[in-house]
């Protein structure tokens, strides 16, 4: 499993080259890739059900106790599926869409990884594996939305897209770091077959709204939901992908997947059933607000997570039936429409639907596929989408909490979704011929392929349910999600009930609303000037802060003055250092006071230089002070015998002053810059410092915590490295890479020394010409 993945990342680097072999072949021939998965999986799907989870582990990090662990049960493999067989459609599909596009090989790159993070994320059963493909999807979907890169739109989108699902990574990894200290493990298998209740531990509210952000923000539940529309900025072979089987259901899939070790509390079910009716109702209303037939699919893609997420909060069995069911047929149904949106927009050369009409003559098979995708979508028997509306009407009228709330809710998305799937189905096909930009005509096959197989797929489901019942993979699935033993038995047919007399209600009502769109868009419009101030302008709001608070604490911070940068600095070196060994721990003062009279005179040169440094009003007397403080250094190093620190002091002490010396006829005359009171600030900053400084070394020469490693060096400098000159075998073997650092530092310091030796003033071009290309007499000239 492990191979079978990280291959996956093999082959988006080794795109380019087999775009190079094959042209337009490619996508076909990468396309076998996520089809082997898919059969492998399947074959692997007889253990998973009858058997129970399958735990691959392999260590990555044993030292840390990190493992490259996959978890396979049913829910994985039904996400796992999804992905690997929607993933090869879309390749094939992607093959014909972009045919003879110039960054074709750059889109099968971020296509391909995005593939393989979206099947790391579903099957990884280590929070640290988890989080890492989880960001790796935000990346690489960066990359996708934003793919045409020309386009100023695309590369906003983009930017947005990555900016609300990252900032919701950031409070995922918190959730999942609060998940491992509270369970104790880090594995999700662990973590579900722990006996204690992790509902009841102290950490669970701070751990759930981290996760539960987390989840919101990559599944587009309200208020984050507006990324999701404007990343229709990408071809529509991403969003087919994106919407259907990938990146927005990775927050679903992460809520499914915790749900029996965090569902169930006030707590989570207020909050599942509160946000994803809410986001459930908000998509399918702004959904009829466009005529962009991408904008259309992508609000009913917001729709379809909100009713997955409720159903997560609804919690009943139930519910998990209705859940995996719905999430099956949104997949199905959705992959196919956006395709067809694709298709559409290719062959006619626009995305808008009210420019569109009488299609169905010149693409009939097309016509055909939206047709019955369309009544999936709509809820129309005997589709897979109607099974999966009836259990979700009969999950929310057993809801526990909130229940008038999330019927209305329900049923006013329904009647809504209906008009969108008619508007979609009837006005491209249907009506009066429109004239588009562009000649339509039937799609190649490698653009049908994808779009009919799925919607073949959703009638024959439909027709027949009975194959995903029983001891099947929905079985398998629903359990995983619930947590407990479980049968799901669809059935197209459970007689007349009131889920089925809402369902008829809500076909007349949006087939209604279907009609009256144009009156309904143009009522509808007296809302913009609300909707404009909704979540978006509020991101925009915020976005807009952030770069007004850099640009106040730029001016503020990097103001171009090295003195207010060293400031800040020693500010907060003291501030950190001085919290800590004043207030956490007190200081440790002691020691004996052993100092010879040498000793006091080479430190009192070195104190005499570096005040004389500071007051000095020539740049001659500040040069040499600066060189007496440095050679003073030097000489404590040797006398505490550590002569290799002492000749890299005297070497780069040397070439320091030979520097200065260079450029102190260069340099502007000393002048007093700042106010009595910024030189007496600056003086309690320094002397602040130079406590500080002397009270952790105080501290540190009175405490012994560890015994001396003189000891070990005496002892195994001649066994170990062979070597009698204990300095030596430290320098070249215990501390090699010290070593060499000081001489990347003296080379550093030499190169700096030849440039200035080698730098010559540039002369005025006017006076060299004058004076017959020599410089001009009464100038001064260094040369």
């Known amino acids: 499993m492990q191979l079978a993945l990280l291959m996956g990342f093999v082959l988006a680097a080794a795109s380019p080259l087999l775009n190079r072999w094959f042209g337009q072949r ?162 999700l298998h662990e973590i579900s077959q722990m006996e204690g209740d992790l509902r009841q531990h102290a950490l669970y509210t701070p751990m759930l709204i981290c996760l539960l952000i987390g989840a919101f923000t990559k599944s587009a539940q309200f208020p984050f939901h507006f990324w999701l529309p404007n990343a229709m900025a990408a071809p529509t072979p991403v969003s087919a992908y994106l919407h259907s089987a990938t990146m927005v259901k990775a927050g679903i899939y992460l809520l499914a997947r915790l749900h ?91 995305k808008d639907v009210t420019a569109m009409g009488g299609l169905r003559k010149l693409m009939p098979v097309t016509a055909a596929i939206t047709m019955v995708a369309a009544l999936s979508l709509a809820g129309v028997p005997p589709l897979l989408g109607f099974i999966g509306k ?22 006013a998305s329904a009647v809504l979704t209906i008009a969108v799937a008619a508007i979609i189905a009837l006005r491209p096909f249907y009506g009066q011929r429109q004239s588009t930009p562009q000649d339509p005509h039937e799609a190649p096959l490698s653009m049908l392929l994808g779009p009919g197989l799925l919607a073949l797929g959703s009638l024959l489901v439909g027709l027949a349910p009975g194959l ?43 087939f209604l609303v279907f009609k009256r769109w144009g009156g309904v868009r143009s009522k509808l419009a007296y809302l913009n000037p609300i909707m404009r101030r909704g979540p978006e302008a509020g991101y925009e709001g915020f976005m807009n802060g952030v770069v007004l608070f850099s640009e106040w604490q730029t001016r503020l911070l990097q103001n171009g003055y090295m003195r207010n940068y060293i400031l800040v600095m020693l500010t907060v070196l003291i501030a950190l250092i001085g919290n800590s060994i004043l207030l956490r721990h007190s200081p440790q003062l002691a ?64 070439l320091t002053v030979i520097l200065l010396v260079l450029v102190l006829f260069r340099l502007p005359r000393f002048s007093n810059l700042s106010t009595t009171l910024e030189r ?44 009698l000159n204990i300095v030596n075998v430290i320098l070249v073997d215990y501390r090699a890479l010290d070593t060499l650092g000081e001489m990347f530092v003296l080379a550093l310091a030499a190169i700096g020394v030849i440039a200035m030796l080698r730098l010559r003033p540039v002369e005025d071009d006017d006076s060299s010409a004058v004076n017959g290309g020599k410089p001009n007499a009464k100038e001064p000239y260094d040369g």
Do not use: C
Request: no cysteine; aromatic share 10%.
């Open 591 to 654: 020691f004996e006071l052993d100092v010879h009279f040498h000793e006091v005179i080479v430190v009192g040169t070195m104190a005499m230089g570096a005040i004389f440094a500071t007051i000095s009003r020539s740049r001659l007397g500040a040069v040499v002070s600066v060189g007496i403080m440095g050679f003073s250094i030097a000489l404590v190093f040797i006398l505490f015998s550590a002569p290799d620190l002492g000749i890299t002091q005297l070497l780069v002490e040397t």
């Open 468 to 510: 995903l019942g029983g001891n099947a993979l929905l079985t398998s699935a629903a359990i995983a999600v619930s947590g407990q033993s479980m049968d799901v038995s669809l059935s197209l047919w459970h007689g007349i009930n009131l889920p089925l007399i809402i369902s008829i209600i809500s076909l007349g009502l949006g």
């Open 260 to 350: 029996p070790e965090l569902g169930g509390t006030a707590l989570w079910v207020g909050i599942l059933s509160l946000v994803g009716a809410t986001t459930m109702l908000t998509g399918a209303f702004l959904a009829i607000h466009h005529t962009n037939i991408k904008k259309l699919l992508a609000y009913s893609t917001i729709m379809a997570l909100g009713t997955l997420t409720m159903l997560l909060g609804i919690g009943t069995e139930y519910a998990m039936t209705a859940f995996v069911t719905f999430l099956l047929a949104h997949s199905m149904y959705k992959g196919a429409l956006f395709m067809v949106a694709g298709i559409l927009d290719h062959e006619t050369g626009t």
């Open 680 to 723: 007496i600030r600056d003086g309690v900053a320094a002397a602040s410092l130079g406590v500080l400084v002397f009270l952790l070394i105080m501290t540190a020469w009175s405490i012994d915590q560890f015994e001396s490693i003189s000891t070990y060096m005496v002892e195994n400098s001649v066994p170990l490295a062979h070597g």
């Open 26 to 187: 490619a996508s076909l021939v990468m396309a076998i890739f996520p089809a082997f998965l898919a059969a492998w999986l399947i074959s692997l799907a007889p253990s998973v059900v009858n058997d129970g989870p399958m735990l691959l582990e392999w260590q990555w990090v044993p030292s840390l106790g990190i493992s490259l662990s996959f978890l396979l049960d049913g829910l994985s493999l039904l996400f796992g599926l999804l992905i690997t067989v929607i993933g090869t459609f879309v390749l094939v599909y992607a093959g014909g869409y972009l045919k003879g596009h110039a960054d074709i090989a750059r889109f099968h790159v971020a296509l391909v990884a995005f593939m393989a993070s979206m099947l790391g994320l579903v099957l990884a059963d280590s929070l640290f594996t988890l989080f890492v493909f989880w960001e790796l999807t935000s990346i690489t979907s960066y990359l996708l939305i934003g793919f045409n890169h020309t386009d100023i739109e695309a590369r906003k989108s983009a930017r947005q897209g990555l900016f609300v699902t990252v900032a919701g990574g950031l409070m995922l990894m918190a959730g999942l770091v609060l998940l491992g200290i509270a369970s104790g493990s880090w594995s």
């Open 390 to 411: 009836e259990l979700m009407l009969e999950a929310a009228l057993g809801a526990g909490s909130f229940r008038p709330l999330i019927v209305l809710f329900a049923f």
